[in-house]
């Protein structure tokens, strides 16, 4: 099946520790992009990468980091800096620009 | 930043009555594009509409631009429980590659 898929579905996480967020496709899609949404809220943009190796901010990148070894692979880390990381957590990818195929997402929550 | 706003925030419809949804966006775009979010899921694209284009068809969806105003409306005809869903306009970003700016959603509840 071609997809795109996200692990875990639930993550709970003690404050200060860094969690890392799977991402990963298989429709070789060059460009991938990490979104964040709070209750009652739209997409927000933490990430993107539109090439392997390249990565730039979105609106909300503080607290968060990325890498793009691979083109099938983004993973996103919410590190201890970010001060409200409870959230869930969506990944997508796109082959240019137009539609976006996005994954399950990932439900975080700090306690 | 959050460039598309949908109207209205909530929407309750019987089954078989046609159910509107209106985005407005701020800036000029290339695209403008029409999800739909099931409760705790990811979200499934439905329509892309080119900035050259006025109106679109798929399926029981209509979805109009009109740039001059910067406005989009998203129709779903003789609409069926299964309907029921969040939606979500999105528009590209000429600073965020091929990145969407989306807005806060139309939830929409069909009851049999």
């Known amino acids: 099946d071609g997809g795109i898929t996200q692990s875990p579905k639930y993550l709970f996480r003690k404050e200060g520790q860094n969690v890392t967020l799977s991402c990963e496709q298989n429709l070789n899609h060059d460009a991938m992009y990490w979104y964040r949404q709070d209750p009652g809220q739209g997409l927000r943009l933490i990430y993107y990468s539109q090439i392997v190796n390249d990565f730039q901010k979105g609106d909300i990148a503080e607290g968060y980091s990325v890498s793009r070894e691979k083109k099938e692979s983004f993973p996103l880390t919410v590190t201890s800096a970010q001060k409200n990381p409870t959230a869930f957590y969506l990944c997508a990818s796109s082959i240019s620009r137009g539609e976006q195929y996005f994954g399950p997402g990932t439900r975080l929550t700090v306690t | ?112």
């Not at chain 2, 779903?76 to 306009?89: G, H, L, Q, V």
């Open chain 2, 1 to 112: 930043s959050q460039q598309g706003e949908e109207d209205p925030q909530a929407l309750s419809i019987q089954e078989g009555e046609n159910a509107t949804m209106n985005c407005s966006y701020k800036t000029s775009i290339n695209n403008l594009q029409w999800y739909r979010q099931n409760s705790g899921r990811g979200l499934v694209h439905l329509i892309l509409i080119r900035s050259n284009e006025r109106e679109k068809h798929s399926g029981r969806l209509r979805v109009t631009l009109d740039t001059s105003k910067k406005s989009s409306s998203l129709l779903i005809t003789a609409s069926r429980a299964a309907d029921t869903a969040s939606y979500f306009c999105a528009t590209d970003s000429a600073n965020s590659g091929y990145a969407l700016n989306f807005g806060k959603g139309t939830s929409l509840l069909v009851t049999p």
